[in-house]
């Protein structure tokens, strides 16, 4: 009975904050000066593609950082922090110096090499946890972003010919995000969102307690292995379209575990929409902070996500 009123009342949050969400779409979409003699394409074009893809791109991290605290039994697990955002950015990268397959994939080729850096970064991460050495994951995870991050800058270096436009993409953002983008983003998230929020019994078995996981016949290594597939391939789509954008899986799940609990029934659905209010308040910061100058996005969310991070390692090290 206590169980049946606290899921009614949970639905009652999501339906607010799902609201909460709409105004802000709203607000962002028509927000700024559009000229007369171009309003509808330019509310139809770039308005309304750029933060429907802004807000899916933040409840996919959000998701990933939930998936990747609980199944590496991390608190600090983030998918920037543990370099699979760098990863993702140095084959995107890699797909923008060759333009050849450009011609033949179309917009399709940042997300393959985004995928495949993602994935590439994801095994690191996943052979040293499998070797039983997870306290070394976050020094792992910067490891790895430095490897990649210094490839990425190589490339860069000696690609001069759109360096500034890779620079900024690095950073991460959402400017000229168009309808392709959305339907890149769209049925991964669905697709992972619903395979995740399906098995929540078992990540809430694994987050408590992997002998007891074992013990109702969940087979651990198998499901920890898949899910973290399954997010890695995410965050590779998500970095193909915004480029690199930090600390939004950090954060939002930590906040979500404080106001609704670590029940992953209630946490996976409220982080999902928490992370998408987010980062929509952080491209808002970033179009009109400095207007008409447009900052990239993953600066504000650094700004938010550096401070909590130090927190959170000051806590860990008291504990």
Known sequence: MLM?????????VIFLLGFFLSFLLFF??????????????????????????????????ALCGVVFQCLLHNSLADPYILGISA???????????LKNFAYVLGIWHTFIFSLLGSFVAALIVLKIFFFKQPQR??????????????????????????????????????LARDWNHFFIVFPFFL?????????????????????ESLNSGVDVARVRFFFLSLVSILTGVCVSVSGTIGFVGLVVPHISRILIGSNHFFLIPFATFLGAIFLVLADLFARFLFYPIEIPVGVITSFVGAPFFIFLLKRDKNS
């Open 4 to 12: 049946r009123k606290l899921r009614v009342n949970f639905w009652k």
């Open 28 to 61: 962002a979409i028509f927000f700024g000066q559009i000229t007369s003699e171009h309003f509808w394409y330019i509310l139809l074009q770039i308005r309304i593609p750029r933060v429907l893809v802004c807000s899916l791109v933040g409840a996919s991290l």
């Open 87 to 97: 990863g993702a950015s140095f084959g995107a990268v890699v797909s923008f110096t």
């Open 137 to 174: 994951l976050i020094l792992v995870g910067v490891v790895v972003q430095a490897f990649f991050s210094s490839f990425i800058s190589l490339i860069t270096t000696l690609t001069p010919y759109g360096s500034i436009r890779l620079q900024f993409w690095l950073l991460g953002g959402f």
């Open 191 to 211: 697709f992972c969102f619903m395979l995740v929020f399906l098995h929540y019994r078992e990540l809430n078995l694994i987050s408590f307690s992997e002998r």
